[in-house]
């Protein structure tokens, strides 16, 4: 299994997950923010469009997402996968923060407005530390999403130095045999940072799934 670059398919795996996770994050919970706190037409528009990705499935969009990307100069890179996995999963990312962020009480960020704290203030110190459920909830989502996506991978990347680990299983069969023991590890130890991060966030991630439903 080593002989066969696992721990460099494992690394790739780690890197566009935490790269899309974060810019995820950061953009989504912004862009939940502004739903919620400015009810201008503007921002209506812009939750509108967000939850319009939702009905987009992923696969209708390959084609134009592959030529895109070969425009770009990004195919064959880690890029390629990042990029894309980041614009497919901030609408559902952006609607759990709203319906989470819309619980919180008016009152508390206009005390905070009171005391001459901006927009900027309000975001970090008190809707980021209320929403931590949520981005929680997001986190482990989006995660899971990519650490598992095989059909980005599978288009828009082809040499072995940009193999990601779902990508990587076909590494361990041939066109006529198949060795059993190393996919089984592979499959294994490719499970265990999901595992990981869904036992250390499990009370979180319930919390941010039923954010709302109260209502």
């Given at each position: 299994m080593l002989s066969n670059n696992f721990g460099l398919y494992f690394l790739n795996s780690v890197f566009v997950t935490a790269a899309t996770v974060v810019v995820v994050l950061a953009v989504s919970i912004m862009a939940a923010y502004v739903i919620v706190r400015n009810r201008s037409r503007f921002s209506s528009a812009l939750f509108s469009g967000l939850l319009l990705g939702i009905a987009i499935p992923l696969q209708a969009t390959i084609v134009p997402v592959y030529y895109l990307i070969v425009q770009l100069g990004l195919y064959d890179t880690l890029w390629a996968l990042i990029l894309p996995s980041i614009a497919f999963a901030i609408p559902i990312s952006v609607l759990i923060l709203v319906n989470f962020l819309r619980d919180v009480p008016g009152e508390l960020f206009e005390a905070m407005r009171v005391d001459g704290a901006s927009d900027w203030q309000m975001l970090w110190k008190l809707a980021v530390p209320l929403a931590k459920p949520a981005i929680i909830t997001v986190g482990i989502y989006d995660a899971l999403q990519v650490w598992n996506g095989f059909l980005f991978p599978l288009i828009?990347?082809?040499?072995?130095?940009?193999?990601?680990?779902?990508?990587?299983l076909w590494s361990f069969q041939g066109e006529f045999s198949v060795d059993v023991p190393a996919v089984l590890a592979a499959v294994v130890l490719s499970v265990v940072p999901v595992l990981a991060a869904y036992a250390i966030g499990?009370?979180?991630l319930v919390s941010g799934l039923?954010?709302?439903?109260s209502k």
């Open positions: 828009l990347t082809q040499s072995a130095e940009n193999r990601v680990l779902p990508l990587s499990r009370r979180q039923t954010a709302g439903f």
